[in-house]
């Protein structure tokens, strides 16, 4: 059966629950931050109620999960995701820091070895690049991004992405890119986390997309 077909047989089985529950995003409590109360894990993996885990790593702890996930009606595994942001187990400066060297072969260079922890660790999905352009020294997460250049900001997306996913997502030492945050996050008045944004129409095209488009065409699996 070609993987066209399975799909498509796969699809036709699930109920719209099943499809719903794919579209979860829980999160473990390995390295939580906040609220971290998903009920229980077990019984939503079981019941075809979550299709991917957040704080969730290490072999073990990934095998343990995906032998639950082996116990719902359709065996559908579970993607893990975490942020790596800039590095995995070994940490590299800071993406902010990063962007001042101007080196994109370097960055990329850095995001696959990155991949390649990652993988090991039980990972398949990861949260980065961070792309949101950045003008106001007041936000707090300037660092996790290249800065205030779109076109600076663009190259380093699509070398991230090149570096995470490489040339096939089927090697072992490949993990899926996703592209964040939502457009203008980083343009929130006075540098206020979730504040609000007022901005034009060509300034969001001009400044803020370009960084998100090059992440796509460089083939961000996920955003």
């Given at each position: 059966m070609?993987?066209?077909?399975f799909?498509r047989?796969?699809?036709a089985?699930m109920?719209?629950e099943?499809k ?5 995003l829980?999160t473990?409590t390995m390295?939580?931050t906040g609220?971290?109360?998903s009920?229980d ?6 019941s ?5 885990l957040l704080?969730?790593?290490t ?12 116990q719902s009606?359709?065996?559908i595994?579970?993607l893990f995701g ?6 995995h187990?070994t ?12 080196n994109l072969?370097?960055i990329e260079?850095?995001s696959?070895?990155?991949a390649?922890?990652?993988?090991a660790?039980g ?6 690049p961070?792309v ?6 007041r ?19 699509a070398a991230?992405?090149?570096g995470?996913q ?6 072992h030492?490949?993990?899926?890119a996703c592209v ?6 980083g343009?929130?008045?006075?540098g206020r986390?979730?504040h609000?944004?007022?901005m ?5 095209e001009e400044t803020?997309f ?9 083939g961000a699996r996920?955003?």
């Open positions: 070609n993987r066209e077909h799909l047989n796969l699809l089985r109920s719209l099943e719903a529950g794919q579209l979860n829980l473990g390295d939580a609220v971290k109360d009920g894990l077990s019984a939503k993996i079981r075809g109620e979550c299709g991917a704080n969730v790593f072999p073990a702890a990934t095998r343990e999960m995906q032998e639950i996930a082996l009606r359709l065996k595994p579970l975490y942020d790596v942001i800039h590095g187990r940490i590299f400066p800071i993406p902010l820091a990063l962007s001042c060297s101007w072969d370097l260079r850095c696959r070895f990155a390649a922890e990652a993988a660790d990972l398949n999905w990861v949260f980065s961070m949101d352009i950045s003008q106001d020294p936000w707090g997460r300037v660092a996790e991004g290249a800065g205030e250049d779109p076109w600076l900001g663009a190259k380093i997306a991230i992405v090149c995470f490489g040339n096939n997502l089927t090697n030492r490949s993990v899926m964040k945050h939502f457009a203008l996050y343009a929130v008045k006075a986390d979730y609000t944004v007022d034009s129409c060509r300034e969001m803020y370009p960084p998100y488009r090059a992440a796509i065409d460089a996920t955003s």
